[in-house]
Nanobody
Framework: QVQLVESGGGLVQPGESLRLSCAGS????????ITWRRQAPGKQRELVAA???????NYVDSVKGRFTISRDDPNNTVDLQMNSLKHEDTAVYYC??????WGKGTQVSVRL
């Protein structure tokens, strides 16, 4: 079955960390760029971080220096290490493989 499944979300205090993981099945993980995106209530979905098949990374300015994306192609996983979390990081986080394959998301909530 072709799918992506995210995990690792939760409710944390400001300044704490979370590590999100995205596991793929039914695909050759290494063939595509993988992105983490998020959608906060009432806002459009935005790109948070991307990692190409060669390992190049890119981040939205608001998370630079705090978030790190990494991939483990043999195990078909991509992680997002999120440090120094802020309330404004609260959102549903999705991973996407290539242009069309999405996971169902995992909720990240950071208290005020």
């Amino acid at each position: 079955q072709v799918q992506l499944v995210e995990s690792g979300g939760g409710l944390v205090q400001p300044g704490e960390s979370l590590r999100l993981s995205c596991a793929g099945s039914g695909i050759i993980f290494s063939q595509n760029t993988i992105t983490w995106r998020r959608q906060a209530p009432g806002k459009q979905r935005e790109l948070v971080a991307a990692i190409t098949s060669s390992g190049s990374t890119n981040y939205v300015d608001s998370v630079k220096g705090r978030f790190t994306i990494s991939r483990d192609d043999p195990n078909n996983t991509v992680d997002l290490q999120m440090n120094s979390l802020k309330h404004e990081d609260t959102a549903v986080y999705y991973c996407r493989w290539g242009a069309t394959l999405w996971g169902k998301g995992t909720q990240v909530s950071v208290r005020l």
